[in-house]
């Protein structure tokens, strides 16, 4: 029996197929499906401890934990009633889980994407997720909050920061400050107890030596209650550090310092808070040098920063559900002063005022006296974000890229299950 014929193609060797490249190996890596799902489980799960740990650690800790850039692993702490300490779980820190999560819809979903017309709204879905998570990182990096506080009838045009506190050196001349030189938060915030910097004044006739700065603390009189950490005690005080406050605008910060004379002279030390009074209600006032025949007064408080208009509070209404302490409603109306011109604004509970690149929030309400005739005040939270109305362009980008999708798949799946219902069989 004659043989069959048997095809090149058959006889052929298949041919070993060209290994990929490492570069190609991540590419594909980074780009990948399973990629996407590992990264949004973290999420998820991040999420969800730093929910839990925020009610016990307050806000700005939590975040500053779970979400920042110097964090690349964060140790979560789970509370549980079957163990007496919390299950400490170890896993990468949400930023770079961002990050991660950025580059691989960056190649996968919009690079690598295949550009077909049946695909179009789920590369505009993906588009719009990129931009919510690149909200996210302008916020971390360019976000500033801070607060106004005035009685009716007050003008203002400066925010106090919620967080970074900053040293303030003035030179007083016949009594009055002639010259500011403020050192920021930066300088001196992460010194921790066995740490210390010099900070160069190049305008002033010293230098300041900073050193073990409290993030929430108390200056106490040692003769009262001594310290039990070794803590420096300088004019019969010392600092007592304290747990972050859960409303961290709340903190208290603290730091020693030592007037460098450049000249050589006496080196003298102080200690620099943002506490306003002592425990007996007194009124702390500024530490007063003199170098060189100079008078200078160093004192830390939280950063002002300058708005480019002014804003007067016109009216302040707060009402609270019946016999509660409750609030039900805060509505202030100001009022904007900006070259010579006033514009009347509303801003309520869940209604801000935006101009200007700000958002205005109305955060608190109260009174000069317990007394309910004595003059009321509001206090604004006043937000600097460039990026605050992404995620809102964002969610809308979202919406419509799946909608538009899910509508063309109906029309795509209707289309054919007409068609195979009218080929005759």
Not at 257 to 278: H, N, R
Not at 308 to 314: E, G, T
Not at 341 to 358: D, K, L, Q, S
């Amino acid at each position: 029996m004659p043989e069959l014929p048997t095809s090149q193609e058959s006889l052929t060797p298949e041919k070993s197929r060209k290994p990929k490249s490492v570069m190609a190996l991540v590419i594909d890596f980074l780009s990948s499906f399973k990629l996407a799902t590992v990264l949004i489980l973290l999420l998820m799960m991040l999420t969800w401890l730093a929910t839990l740990e925020q009610v016990k650690e307050g806000l700005h800790a939590t975040l500053n934990k779970y979400f920042t850039i110097q964090q690349f692993f964060v140790l979560c702490n789970l509370e549980t009633d079957w163990l007496d300490v919390p299950l400490v779980i170890p896993l990468p820190g949400g930023w770079w889980v961002l990050a991660l999560l950025f580059v691989n819809l960056l190649i996968g979903g919009i690079i690598r994407a295949r550009k077909t017309p049946k695909k179009i709204f789920i590369f505009i879905a993906h588009c719009g997720i990129l931009l919510m998570v690149l909200s996210a990182a302008v916020t971390q990096f360019y976000e500033e909050r801070g607060t106004m506080d005035f009685f009716e009838g007050q003008t203002s045009n400066v925010a106090q920061d919620y967080y970074e506190h900053v040293i303030e050196v003035a030179e007083h001349t016949n009594g009055n400050p002639t010259e500011f030189n403020v050192i920021r938060g930066k300088n001196f915030m992460d010194l921790t107890a066995g740490e210390k910097r010099t900070v160069r004044l190049p305008n002033l006739p010293f230098d300041l030596e900073l050193r073990r700065y409290a993030v929430d603390s108390e200056v106490r009189s040692a003769a009262m209650l001594p310290p039990a950490d070794k803590q420096p005690v300088i004019d019969g005080y010392y600092i007592f550090p304290k747990k972050s406050n859960e409303n961290a605008e709340l903190n208290v910060g603290a730091c020693y310092a030592k007037i460098l004379p450049k000249s050589g002279g006496d080196v003298t030390e102080c200690i620099l808070t943002s506490q306003i009074s002592d425990p007996n209600g007194i009124t702390r006032p500024a530490f007063t040098v003199r170098v060189d025949g100079r008078v200078f007064t160093v004192d830390m408080r939280k950063f002002l920063w300058v708005m480019p208009f002014s804003v007067r509070l016109d009216r302040a209404v707060a009402k609270y559900y019946p016999n509660t302490n409750k609030p039900e409603s805060f509505e202030s109306t100001v009022t904007r002063l900006e070259n010579n011109t006033e514009a009347v604004a509303e801003i309520r509970m869940n209604e801000p005022m935006r101009y200007e690149g700000m958002t205005f929030y109305q955060r608190m309400m109260g009174r000069r006296q317990a007394a309910s005739d004595s003059t009321p005040y509001s206090q604004l939270e006043v937000v600097r974000n460039p990026a605050d109305k992404w995620p809102e362009y964002a969610l809308y980008v979202v919406t419509v890229g799946l909608v538009m999708h899910f509508l063309l798949r109906l029309v795509l799946t209707i289309k054919s299950t007409l068609k195979r219902f009218s080929t005759p069989v």
